[in-house]
Nanobody, 115 residues
């Protein structure tokens, strides 16, 4: 089974930006829809963005216009560009996975939005 490794999180001020990366151990993004999820303390994990194998994107209303998902099939990497970050709603651990064929969850990457 392919492995997923998320990176790029950190501490950012409200209104700031971050770019997250998700790297897969094989070229699965060429063939599957990939999504970015987040889980805030005490809340369920939610899907915030996804990109199909053909490049069609969808976003949760909470991040629409602020987040952008993209991928580089040659690098087996999916990105989440996050802008206009909000405190506290964007603070969470962010994960990537395949919405239609879930793999084991990676360790995620922590994003903390705080002044």
């Amino acid at each position: 089974q392919a492995q997923l490794v998320e990176s790029g999180g950190g501490l950012v001020q409200p209104g700031g930006s971050l770019r997250l990366s998700c790297t897969a151990s094989s070229n699965i993004f060429r063939f599957y829809t990939v999504g970015w999820y987040r889980q805030a303390p005490g809340k369920e994990r939610e899907l915030v963005a996804q990109i199909s194998r053909g490049g069609t994107t969808h976003y949760a209303d909470s991040v629409k216009g602020r987040f952008a998902i993209s991928k580089d099939n040659a690098k087996n990497t999916c990105y989440l560009q996050m802008t206009s970050l909000k405190q506290p709603e964007d603070t969470a651990v962010y994960y990537c996975n395949l919405p239609n064929s879930p793999l084991n969850w990676g360790q995620g990457t922590q994003v903390t939005v705080s002044s």
